[in-house]
C-alpha cells in the first residue's frame, strides 16, 4: 500500500503519529470488522450475525457495538435485512460517547445529523435518545437520502425525520437545536486501509478544498443549534486541515467552549488540543476525528410556526388502521392516503419542518388506505408497532433468501390474506396469500441481487 508521501509528511507534528506503525498496520491487510446492535429489536447480541462471522470482544466505547472475528456475507444474513444490527466502523462508535458525555439523553432533545448518509451514526444516535426525542437525519444528495431513509425504515425508528437539504437551509431553523453533529464530508485517508482505491484520489489540494467546505457547512448550520447546544464534529481524514484547524478557526469566529471528553487510556485514543484522534495502529478501528464544543451565545427560545398541518387520519379509517397496531402512544397522519405514524407531541414538530425543509420521511410509514382496506408497509414489518393479531409465518434460511431475493415463495401453508414473515421470529416483510399464489411484497429496490 503506497500512502502518499505528503499526507505521511504533514501529519509528523500531530500528537500520536508514529510513522512506522502506521505504514505497518497499512501493510498488514489486516480488516477490522464490527457492528452495531439494534438495541430495539435485539435482546442478546449473540444472536448476531445468524451466518458467517463470530461475536468478537465488545467495542469499548459503546454499550451497543462488537468486533466480529470473521467477516460475514452480510448479504446473506436475514437479520442483517431485518434491522437487528448495522455494520459500522467501530472508531465511529465512538460519537456515543460524545453524546452521553456532553447531552442530558433522558431529557427531550432536538437533534440535527446534517451529513447523515448512510446512517451510521442516525441509527446510533437513535437508539441512544428518548422516545420522545426528534432525530432530523439529513442528506444533501437526493440518491444518498433514499438510501438513507431505507435504512432508517429498517431499524425500526419512529422519531426519525430523514430530509434532503442543503445544510443552508437549515439557517432558517434558528436555536432549533439541543444537539447538531456534522459528520463531514472529507479527503477519507482514515478509511485507505479498508479502501485501497481512495488513495489515488488523495491530493493536498483535496484536503485544502474540502476543509473549506467543512467551513462553509458548519457556517451554515451554526445559527441552528440553540444556545448551551451542542456540536459535534467529525471526520475520517487525519488531515490536521480538516480536523484540529477546523475547530480552532470556529473557536476563533464564534462563541463556543470546547468540551473535553474523560477516556480510558487503555482504548488507545489520542486527545489533541481540541479534539480525539484515532490511530489505526493504536485503536481497533479505522482513522477517524472527533471533537465537541458547546455555543456559548444565541438564544434557547425558538419560534415554531406552523403555517400548514398535516391531516389527521379520520376515526373511520383508524377502524382500519388499528388492526395492525399495537396500542401505542402514537399519533396517525395522512399524507394522501398514506399514512404514518409518529409519536405524540412530535406531531408539531413534523408540521413545523415540513414548512422548511425538503422531508422525504418520517416517523413509521404504516400503509397506504385503499378503499376501506390498508396495504401494509415494509416500513410497518420493521417496526415495533405491529398488533400481536397480525399473523406471523416463521421462514427456513433458503425460504428467507428466496423472500428477500422477492422469488415467488412455494412451500408456504396459511390462510389467505396478509402476512408477516419472519426468520428465527425477526420481521423481514410482508407476503399476501390469494387463493392460487402467493404475493411476496420485498420492496423491489432492497432485494438480494447477487447469488450465494
Ligand atoms: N454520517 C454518515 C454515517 O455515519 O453513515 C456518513 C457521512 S459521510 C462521512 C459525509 C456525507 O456528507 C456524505 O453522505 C455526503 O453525501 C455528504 N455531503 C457531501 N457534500 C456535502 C455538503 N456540501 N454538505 C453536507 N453534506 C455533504
Request: charged letters at 25%.
Amino acid at each position: 500500500m503506497n500512502l502518499p508521501e505528503k499526507l505521511l509528511q504533514s501529519l509528523e507534528a500531530i500528537k500520536g503519529f508514529d510513522r512506522e506503525a502506521f505504514e505497518k498496520v497499512h501493510a498488514s491487510g489486516e480488516q477490522v470488522t464490527s457492528i452495531r446492535i439494534n438495541p430495539q429489536k435485539l435482546s442478546e447480541a449473540s444472536q448476531v450475525p445468524s451466518t458467517g462471522g463470530h461475536l468478537g470482544e465488545a467495542v469499548p466505547w459503546t454499550e451497543y457495538g462488537y468486533y466480529l472475528n470473521q467477516r460475514p456475507s452480510f448479504t446473506f444474513d436475514p437479520l442483517f435485512h431485518a434491522g437487528c444490527y448495522y455494520v459500522q466502523e467501530a472508531s465511529s462508535m465512538f460519537l456515543e460517547q460524545a453524546f452521553k458525555q456532553t447531552v442530558d439523553l433522558s431529557r427531550r432533545l432536538r437533534i440535527l445529523d446534517l451529513s447523515a448518509a448512510p446512517g451510521g451514526k442516525s441509527t446510533h444516535i437513535q437508539s441512544l435518545i428518548s422516545k420522545d426525542s426528534l432525530l432530523v437525519s439529513n442528506e444533501v444528495i437526493r440518491s444518498r437520502a433514499n438510501i438513507l431513509k431505507d435504512n432508517i425504515a429498517k431499524w425500526g425508528s419512529d422519531n426519525v425525520i430523514v430530509t434532503n437539504n442543503d445544510p443552508k437551509s437549515f439557517a432558517r431553523l434558528e436555536n432549533y437545536f439541543d444537539a447538531i453533529i456534522v459528520d463531514a464530508p472529507c479527503s477519507g485517508s482514515g478509511l485507505f486501509r479498508r479502501d485501497e482505491k481512495a488513495i489515488d484520489e488523495w491530493s493536498e489540494n483535496n484536503v485544502h478544498l474540502c476543509s473549506q467546505r467543512q467551513q462553509r457547512i458548519l457556517a451554515d448550520v451554526w445559527s441552528a443549534l440553540k444556545r448551551n447546544g451542542v456540536l459535534i464534529y467529525s471526520t475520517c481524514s487525519y488531515s490536521n486541515e480538516e480536523n484540529e484547524n477546523i475547530v480552532q478557526w470556529m473557536t476563533a469566529e464564534l462563541p463556543i467552549a470546547h468540551c473535553p471528553l474523560p477516556i480510558d487510556n487503555s482504548w488507545g485514543i489520542i486527545e489533541t488540543e481540541n479534539g480525539y484522534r484515532f490511530w489505526p495502529d493504536q485503536v481497533k478501528g479505522e482513522g477517524f476525528f472527533i471533537a465537541c464544543m458547546r455555543k456559548l451565545g444565541g438564544e434557547d427560545k425558538v419560534e415554531i410556526k406552523v403555517k400548514k398541518k398535516i391531516e389527521i387520519v379520520s376515526k373511520k379509517e383508524m377502524e382500519v388502521v388499528k388492526y395492525w397496531i399495537k396500542a401505542t402512544d402514537h399519533q396517525f397522519l395522512k399524507i394522501g392516503n398514506v399514512v404514518y405514524a409518529v409519536p405524540k407531541g412530535l406531531s408539531t414538530d413534523i408540521d413545523f419542518l415540513l414548512s422548511n425543509l425538503q422531508i422525504i420521511y418520517f416517523g413509521t410509514m404504516v400503509g397506504e388506505l385503499v378503499r376501506d382496506k390498508l396495504i401494509p408497509a415494509h416500513a410497518l414489518a420493521m417496526s415495533n408497532l405491529i398488533s400481536d393479531h397480525v399473523e406471523r409465518i416463521e421462514l427456513n434460511y433458503e425460504q428467507a433468501i428466496d423472500y428477500l431475493k422477492k422469488k415467488d415463495l412455494r412451500e408456504i401453508n396459511g390462510d389467505k390474506g396478509w402476512k408477516l414473515v419472519t426468520y428465527k421470529n425477526y420481521p423481514l416483510g410482508w407476503i399476501n396469500i390469494l387463493s392460487n399464489r402467493i404475493n411476496n411484497y420485498y420492496p423491489r429496490e432492497l432485494r438480494i441481487l447477487k447469488d450465494i
